[in-house]
Nanobody
Framework: QVQLVESGGGLVQPGGSLRLSCAAS????????MAWYRQAPGKQRELVAT???????NYADSVKGRFTISRDNAKSTVVLQMNSLKPEDTAVYYC?????????WGQGTQIADTS
């Protein structure tokens, strides 16, 4: 059974930083495009950042210049480094893996604003 396990969520003050990790198991990680999505209360899930199997990245306009997505194929891990956090970044963040019609989701990790 494929597993995506997120970690690193928590409370943060505006302007702070957090690092989210997603560890994948039981997939050939290097062949998958990976992404982070988020869902705030009462809102639809939205795409935050993507990284292709080849390492190309893309970001939502709202996080460009503040968030960085990276992957370590040897560790089957994708990381989202979040800097200059804003109250509107508060959400549950989900890891996503996709290869063709195969799509997998993690259980989510909460980012909450302390302000």
């Amino acid at each position: 059974q494929v597993q995506l396990v997120e970690s690193g969520g928590g409370l943060v003050q505006p302007g702070g930083s957090l690092r989210l990790s997603c560890a994948a198991s039981r997939i050939i990680f290097s062949g998958y495009a990976m992404a982070w999505y988020r869902q705030a209360p009462g809102k639809q899930r939205e795409l935050v950042a993507t990284i292709t199997a080849g390492g190309s990245t893309n970001y939502a306009d709202s996080v460009k210049g503040r968030f960085t997505i990276s992957r370590d194929n040897a560790k089957s891990t994708v990381v989202l480094q979040m800097n200059s956090l804003k109250p509107e970044d508060t959400a549950v963040y989900y890891c996503n893996a996709q290869r063709g019609s195969r799509i997998y989701w993690g259980q989510g990790t909460q980012i909450a604003d302390t302000s």
